[in-house]
C-alpha cells in the first residue's frame, strides 16, 4: 500500500488572512465596548442632570416651606421694622410707630372677626450665611443682599389671600411662591416657569387662637369669695343685653347691701336681680382624684374655664408678652409693653402690685392683663380692656376705672375707695378678634392650588 503524504504551506499569505480575521474581531469588540461606554456615559449625564433637577427642586420646596413657618412666626411678633426684625428692647418706638407685621399685611373687623388682607407682599433672600428680609408697605420685595459664596441664593415671597376662606372669621391662607434665585419673574404670583429654575408654590391656611376665647358674662367675675369695705362706694355696671345685663357674678356669696344703688344693669333690672352668687359652675374646688395634674387645681381649672387651656400652655404662646413686676409696677410699664406688641396678651408676673397711675390702652386699642399680683388705681385713670388677677386677695383702691371685665381667679374686696367697672362689649370683642396666636390650620397644607387665579 502507497501512503501519500501532503505537506500545507504555511508562509506569508496565510498568517496575514489570519491577522486580518482577529483584526475584525477586535475592532467589533471594540466597537461594542465604545457602544456600552456610550451608552454608560449617557446614563450618567441623564443621572447627573436629574440630580441637579431634583436638587433644585427640593431647594425651592424646602424654602417655600421655610416661608410658611416665617410668616407665621412674623405674625406673632410686635411692632418691626420695614426689614422685618422685631424692635429690641431698648429701641425706641417711631412716631407713628412702626407697624406689626399682623397690621402690615392684615386688616381684621374688630365686630366680625373676619380677615382681609391688602395686596401686599413681603420676602425673604438666602445671602450664603443668613436669610436677609423685606416687609414693604407697597410694591415687591426687594432685600438689600451681599451674597457670600457660589450659592445657590432662594428666595421666597410671602401673600394672604382672604377670598380663598369663606369669610370665616380669624382665619386667611398664606401662599409663598419660592425659587432657586432671586428673581421678581420667579417669585412673581403671576410667573411662568423659566429654564434652570426650581419652583415651588406652597399654601396653609392659618387662624387667630384668641387671646380671650370666650367674653366674660358679668362686669365683675368672682370665684372665691367677695368683700366691700364700708367706706368703699363702687360702682358696677352692665348694661349690655347680651351678656345678660349681670354685675356680678360669684363662686360665692355677694353681699351689696349698701351699694345696690350703684348697680346698674339693663334698663328696667332690679340691681338685685343683676347679680348671681353661689354659683357651683364658678366655684371650681381643688379635686383629689387620681395624679395631680392641672385639671385638678382650683385655679388651674377657673384658667381653663376662662383661656381655654392650662396656664404652662397659655403662658408658652408667642402671643404673649411678659412684664416683670416682681418689684412693683405701674401704668408706664405696661403702657411700654403694650407699645411693642400689639395684639398681644401681656401677663404682668412677678407677683408685685399693678399701680395704675394713669390710662391704659383706649377704646380702640384695649388691652387684656393677666396679673400675677394685685392690682390698684392711683387716683382716676381708666383701663380698657379685661383684667385676670391671680392674686390670692384682689384688693382693688383707687378711684380708677375699669372698662370692659373684671375677673378675680380667688378672693376679691372692694377696698375704701369708689373705683368703677363697666361692662363694655365692644371692648371685648376687640380683645377677642385682634388679640392672640395666629397658628397653623390642621389638614390645610397643600402644595398645589388648582383653579387659582394669582
Known amino acids: 500500500m502507497v501512503h501519500t503524504l501532503r505537506l500545507q504551506r504555511t508562509g506569508p499569505r496565510h498568517a496575514a488572512r489570519r491577522g486580518a480575521a482577529s483584526l475584525v474581531v477586535v475592532m467589533i469588540l471594540f466597537f461594542v465596548i465604545t457602544l456600552v461606554a456610550a451608552y454608560t456615559s449617557r446614563n450618567l449625564l441623564f443621572e447627573q442632570r436629574t440630580s441637579a433637577n431634583q436638587y433644585r427642586a427640593t431647594l425651592a420646596f424646602e424654602t417655600a416651606d421655610a416661608g410658611i413657618e416665617w410668616a ?31 397690621e402690615r399685611y392684615l386688616s381684621i373687623n374688630t365686630t366680625t372677626g373676619v380677615i382681609t388682607a391688602p395686596d401686599k407682599l413681603a ?3 438666602f445671602n450664603g450665611t443668613n436669610w436677609v428680609c423685606h416687609c414693604p408697605d407697597s410694591g415687591n420685595p426687594a432685600p438689600t ?5 457660589n450659592g445657590p441664593f432662594p428666595a421666597f415671597w410671602v401673600k394672604f389671600r382672604s377670598n380663598l376662606v369663606g369669610g370665616r372669621p380669624g382665619v386667611v391662607r398664606i401662599q409663598v411662591n419660592a425659587c432657586t434665585r432671586n428673581d421678581a419673574a420667579c417669585l412673581n404670583f403671576a410667573r411662568e416657569a423659566q429654564s434652570g ?31 366691700r369695705d364700708t367706706d368703699s362706694d363702687p360702682t358696677v355696671t352692665n348694661e349690655d343685653p347680651a351678656s345678660g345685663g349681670i354685675t356680678i357674678h360669684g ?20 340691681a338685685l336681680r343683676s347679680v348671681i352668687e353661689n354659683d357651683p359652675a364658678l366655684q371650681l374646688p381643688n379635686l383629689t382624684i387620681g395624679y395631680t395634674t392641672p385639671a385638678n387645681d382650683g385655679r388651674e ?16 404662646q408667642p402671643g404673649v408678652a411678659v412684664l416683670d413686676c416682681a418689684g412693683g ?25 399693678l399701680a395704675i397711675d394713669a390710662n391704659i390702652g383706649t377704646a380702640t386699642a384695649p388691652v387684656l392683663l393677666i396679673v400675677d399680683g394685685n392690682v390698684q388705681f392711683t387716683g382716676t385713670p381708666t383701663l380698657y380692656g379685661v383684667v385676670y388677677s391671680r392674686s390670692a386677695n384682689w384688693d382693688l383702691r383707687g378711684d380708677g376705672t375699669i372698662r370692659g371685665a373684671a375677673i378675680a381667679e380667688r378672693n376679691f374686696e372692694f377696698a375704701d375707695d369708689d373705683p368703677t367697672i363697666i361692662y363694655d362689649r365692644d371692648v371685648i370683642l376687640r380683645l377677642q378678634h385682634l388679640n392672640g396666636s395666629f397658628v ?3 389638614g390645610s397644607w397643600r402644595d398645589f392650588q388648582p383653579g387659582i387665579n394669582p
Open 301 to 316: 381649672r377657673m384658667f381653663n374655664s376662662v383661656f381655654g387651656t392650662w396656664t404652662t400652655t397659655y403662658f408658652a
Open 329 to 353: 409696677c405701674d401704668a408706664g410699664d405696661v403702657n411700654a409693653v403694650v407699645e411693642r406688641h400689639p395684639g398681644h396678651a401681656i401677663r404682668v408676673g412677678g407677683g408685685g402690685t
Open 440 to 442: 397653623r390650620v390642621a
Open 72 to 102: 407665621i412666626a412674623r405674625l406673632n411678633e410686635g411692632r418691626m421694622n420695614d426689614d422685618c426684625t422685631e424692635l429690641t428692647p431698648g429701641t425706641a418706638v417711631a412716631s407713628p410707630p412702626q407697624p406689626s407685621f399682623r
Open 251 to 270: 363662686g360665692g356669696g355677694v353681699d351689696v347691701s349698701g351699694f345696690a344703688s350703684r348697680l346698674t344693669s339693663i334698663p328696667g333690672t332690679p
Open 197 to 227: 429654575d426650581g419652583l415651588a408654590s406652597v399654601w396653609t391656611m392659618v387662624a387667630l387662637r384668641s387671646a380671650l376665647p370666650s367674653a366674660p358674662a358679668a362686669a365683675l367675675t368672682v370665684r372665691g369669695t367677695f368683700a
Open 145 to 149: 443682599v451681599v451674597t457670600t459664596g
Open 123 to 125: 420676602g425673604c433672600v
